[in-house]
C-alpha cells in the first residue's frame, strides 16, 4: 500500500473520492436539515413494505429525519476538508452501510450497485491510511514522512469551496438543477487539479 500511495495518480483518485462522496452526502443531507421530503410527493398511499412508504416514514419522524440529515452533513463536511478525512471515512462507514442495507431491503431498482460502490470506495478510503487508523486497534501507527501531493493545502481549500457551493446552493434553492451545481463543482474540482500540480511541483523543486 505505501507504494501505490507514492503514485501520483492514486492520490489524485483518493482526493477526489473524498470530494465525491463528501460532496453527495452533503447535497442530500441539507433537504433533510431542511425538514422536506427526500421525494417530490407523500409516500403514505404507497404498499408499508414500499421504499416510498419507507421514506414518508423517516420524513414523518421530524427530529430523527433532521439527525440523518446532520449526520450526513458531518461525515460528508468532514471528508471534503481533506485534512479531517480520516475521521469523516469512520463517521461515514455506518452511515453508507445503513444505506446499502436499505437499499437491499426494499425495491430500489439498480440503486445499490451504486450504494455498494459507495460502500466500497469508502472501505477503500479507510484502508488508504490504514497506517494512521490501526491506531484504534491498539496498534501503533506508522508514518513514512514522504512529502506527497495529496498533503498539500490546496486540496483543503478546494473541498471547501465545494463545499460551499453545494451548502448554499442546496440551502438556498428548493428547485435545483442538479446539472448546473455538477457543472460548477466540476470546473472547482479542474481548476483546483491544475493549480495542486503547479504548486506540488514547485514545491518539489524547492526542496
Not at 412508504?53 to 458531518?74: A, V
Request: charged share 15%; glycine share 8%.
Amino acid at each position: 500500500m505505501e507504494k501505490l500511495k507514492n503514485q501520483v495518480w492514486a492520490q489524485i483518485f483518493i482526493i477526489y473520492t473524498r470530494y465525491l462522496i463528501g460532496g453527495t452526502f452533503v447535497f442530500a443531507s441539507l433537504i433533510k436539515i431542511k425538514g422536506l421530503r427526500f421525494t417530490s410527493e407523500s409516500g403514505a398511499e404507497n404498499p408499508i413494505n414500499s421504499a416510498w412508504h419507507f421514506f414518508e416514514t423517516l420524513y414523518q419522524s421530524g427530529l430523527y429525519w433532521k439527525f440523518i440529515g446532520l449526520g450526513q452533513l458531518i461525515a460528508g463536511f468532514l471528508l471534503m476538508t481533506q485534512r479531517y478525512s480520516k475521521l469523516g471515512a469512520l463517521i461515514n462507514l455506518p452511515i453508507i452501510l445503513n444505506i446499502f442495507i436499505i437499499t437491499l431491503s426494499f425495491d430500489f431498482g439498480y440503486t445499490p450497485v451504486v450504494t455498494g460502490f459507495m460502500l466500497l470506495a469508502n472501505i477503500l478510503l479507510l484502508l488508504w491510511d490504514w497506517n494512521v487508523l490501526k491506531v484504534l486497534f491498539n496498534r501503533m501507527p506508522t508514518f513514512d514522512g514522504t512529502v506527497r501531493l495529496e498533503q498539500h493545502r490546496i486540496w483543503e481549500i478546494i473541498g471547501l469551496m465545494l463545499f460551499a457551493v453545494t451548502f448554499f446552493y442546496r440551502m438556498l434553492i428548493n428547485k435545483y438543477q442538479l446539472f448546473h451545481w455538477f457543472l460548477v463543482c466540476t470546473a472547482v474540482g479542474l481548476l483546483g487539479l491544475f493549480v495542486g500540480f503547479r504548486l506540488f511541483k514547485k514545491q518539489q523543486q524547492s526542496i
